[in-house]
């Protein structure tokens, strides 16, 4: 029996969300919460004819909608309005959140916790440090959900490989589905920090001329594509939701005992000192300064048993110099979730 909370519900992300959470077989309670009350959307799925119990709750009821999960989602946020700075976001979303982890340390501080909303590479340290302030250092449940870097990236491969000039015409000799065997993605969730890693190096070179290069702009940027097409009238929110679900049907696995083997390598942006293997990341990229990256992990009962540092002696030389740069804006992201916190207690 698993209970998952999601907080957003009412959401861009929180509605489809929803609707693929009601669909998985491992989810007994589905518990959607949100300042807009999600009462609509609860009742709308609990019409689907699948194990899940779906469960409303107001703004006034977060206590109620957290008791017992063993799994909390965070899309809820705003995104990013005409007019509004990446500072504005931040501070609107960091007090979301912030506010959103205060109640799950009280309530049920063993859940593991992911969060969606964006900037997640800061967003993330705002959790973690939430949780510290409460006296609870174990990081091994808090994670920042990456997946949709690594769903653009599946999806973009395919799409260039089978129009390739490797390829025949008319033919798609390989399947998106199956990509993970070949890509993943590490970094952070934001613009540059986002890095594309090639698992089989030799299909760099079964692409067209320029190809490669487009490939990474798109895996990093294609936020905007999205951005472009709705007319500025919204972001991704089907790709996303479907990105949160497949990630969440990881922890859920895990936590169901089933095996993992064959998924491919399953990112998360998480805090390094706190995991096993964690200081050898941070070793392999030369900074201890850094602290949160977003690299492959594995799982044991929905937590983090460690983190899988042999994706990063696979790294080529323009890989490596994608990591480089990252670095620097990485670091600077996380200092900025982490004082949002730290000074806020020191008030």
Do not use: W
């Amino acid at each position: 029996m698993v209970k998952v909370a999601v907080l957003g519900a009412s959401g861009g992300i929180g509605q489809p969300l929803s609707l693929l959470l009601k669909l998985s077989p491992y989810v007994s309670k589905l518990s959607l919460y949100d300042v807009r009350d999600p009462t609509g959307t609860a009742v709308d799925l609990s019409h689907i004819n699948t194990v899940a119990e779906c469960q409303s709750f107001n703004k006034d009821q977060l206590v109620d909608a957290l008791r017992g999960a063993r799994v909390v989602v965070i899309p809820a946020g705003v995104p990013r309005k005409p007019g509004m700075t990446r500072d504005d976001l931040f501070k609107v979303n960091a007090s979301i959140v912030r506010g959103l982890c205060e109640q799950i340390v009280q309530t049920c501080p063993n859940a593991t916790v992911l969060i969606i909303s964006n900037p997640v590479n800061s967003l993330v340290p705002v959790a973690v440090e939430t949780f510290k302030k409460f006296g609870i250092n174990d990081t091994t449940k808090i994670m920042g959900i990456t997946t949709l870097d690594l769903v653009r990236a599946e999806t973009f491969l395919g799409d260039y490989m089978n129009h390739s000039r490797v390829t025949t015409v008319g033919s798609n000799q390989f399947d998106k589905r199956r990509m993970h065997k070949v890509v993943s993605v590490i970094g952070g969730h934001s613009g540059h920090t986002i890095i594309p890693v090639m698992l089989l190096k030799p299909m760099v070179y079964m692409m067209k001329p320029g190809q490669y290069d487009s490939f990474i702009h798109r895996v990093q940027f294609g936020g905007d594509e999205v951005v472009k097409a709705k007319q500025g009238q919204g972001s991704a929110t089907y790709s996303m939701a479907y990105a949160g679900y497949r990630f969440v049907e990881y922890i859920l696995k895990s936590i169901q005992h089933e095996s993992l083997e064959g998924l491919g390598y399953i990112p998360a942006y998480v805090y390094l000192p706190g995991l096993k293997n964690g200081s050898i990341v941070q070793s392999k990229l030369g900074s201890k300064e850094l602290e949160y990256f977003s690299i492959p992990i594995n799982l044991i009962n929905g937590r983090i048993e460690s983190v899988d540092t042999t994706i990063l002696d696979k790294l080529s030389k323009q890989e490596k110099l994608l990591v480089d740069k990252a670095i620097p804006e990485l670091i600077d992201n996380a200092k900025k979730g982490q004082k949002f916190i730290r000074n806020a207690a020191k008030l």
